[in-house]
Nanobody, 111 residues
């Protein structure tokens, strides 16, 4: 499967972005999908994940600001990011359990 992430960009602090991850195959059978991020010099870490039963888990640092969702009809997972902070600056990667990482999308938040 190929995971195509999009929606990153440059935004001012307090702004919003919506990331999309389009899969090349049906995601109905993919149990866990989500988003990870990696800032320069840091390890890749979980941002948010969502199961095929729609249960969600968020990293403590984004809870209340970010919302993950999935549209199985469109084979797409979304990450709505609000109240962005400069420390959210990173490359955001789409994740699908059991499949290779997709390419990342850069998110840059200016102060």
């Amino acid at each position: 499967v190929q995971l195509q992430a999009s929606g990153g960009g440059l935004v001012q602090a307090g702004g919003s972005l919506r990331l999309s991850c389009a899969a090349s195959v049906s995601i109905d059978g993919i149990g866990i999908m989500g988003w990870y991020r990696q800032a320069p010099g840091k390890q890749r870490g979980m941002v948010a994940i969502i199961s095929n039963l729609n249960s969600k888990e968020y990293a403590p640092f984004v809870k209340g600001r970010f919302t993950i969702s999935r549209d199985n009809d469109k084979n797409t997972v979304y990450l709505q990011m609000n109240s962005l902070k400069p420390e959210d600056t990173a490359v955001y990667y789409c994740y699908a359990f059991g499949y290779p990482w997709g390419q990342g999308t850069q998110v840059t938040v200016s102060s």
